[in-house]
């Protein structure tokens, strides 16, 4: 079954500060995508990132970098440097064969300047 | 090039009452994606449409129901409203092929009294 595991339920670091929000995933298939989105108070879910279950290959965008590892079901994201800006949720999503999209619970961060 | 616009932002309604909630895709978006959004369920996926055509659906009772109009708008409608269906309602769109990137629209709040 797919499940996605964003174990952080909220973090708080102050500005310039580097984080990393986890993502722990489930699947049988071993054809996938991941994706990163960003949720600011406006509600609107924003993409920022697929990464199929072929290419392990780290990507860095800027402040963003992620790091894929198959070996441990990880999708983790790392922004550098914070800024207050970056403060919203983020969810962590899968999918697989069945083509629905299934989204972690969320890591809400917290900027303080 | 407009974004998602879903209609209208804020709903309320009381129990036992009916809903219709719309979504207007990017222009050229051939999918139309829902989602239910809740503080104890998190992301939640309704259903997908392509083509006028439900593509796929998630678990929820059939008093949640959909369609998509040849322009590709779409719209989802929530019979016999239940205290539990009170959630920020996300429609987003994508050109169309499977495990694509989503656009979000702001969504919809609907209050259940």
């Known amino acids: 079954a797919q499940k996605v595991t964003q174990a952080q339920t909220e973090i708080s670091v102050v500005e310039k500060e580097d984080v990393t929000l986890d993502c722990v995933y489930e699947t049988r298939d071993t054809t996938y995508y991941l994706f990163w989105y960003k949720q600011p108070p406006s509600g609107e879910l924003v993409f920022l990132i697929r990464?199929?279950?072929?290419?392990?290959q780290n990507e860095i965008s800027g402040r963003y970098s992620w790091n894929f590892q198959k070996s441990t079901s990880s999708f983790n994201f790392t922004i550098t440097a914070s800024q207050v800006v970056d403060s919203a949720v983020y969810f962590c999503?899968?999918?697989?064969?069945?083509?629905?999209?299934?989204f972690g619970t969320g890591t809400r961060l917290q900027v303080f300047p | 090039k407009a974004g998602v616009t879903q209609t209208p932002r804020y709903l309320i309604k009381t129990r036992g009452q009916q809903v219709t909630l719309s979504c207007s895709p990017i222009s050229g978006h051939r999918s139309v994606s829902w989602y239910q959004q809740t503080p104890g369920q998190g992301l939640q996926f309704l259903f997908e449409?392509?083509?006028?055509?439900?593509?796929n659906k998630g678990n929820f009772p059939g008093r949640f129901s959909g369609r998509q109009f040849s322009n590709s708008r779409s719209e989802m409608n929530v019979s016999t409203l239940e205290l539990g269906d009170s959630a920020l309602y996300l429609c987003?769109?994508?050109?169309?092929?499977?495990?694509?990137?989503?656009?979000f629209g702001s969504g919809t709040q609907l209050s259940v009294l």
């Open positions: 990464r199929n279950s072929f290419d392990e």
């Open positions: 999503a899968l999918s697989d064969n069945t083509d629905k999209l299934i």
């Open positions: 449409y392509f083509s006028e055509t439900q593509r």
């Open positions: 987003a769109s994508s050109a169309g092929a499977t495990n694509e990137k989503l656009f």
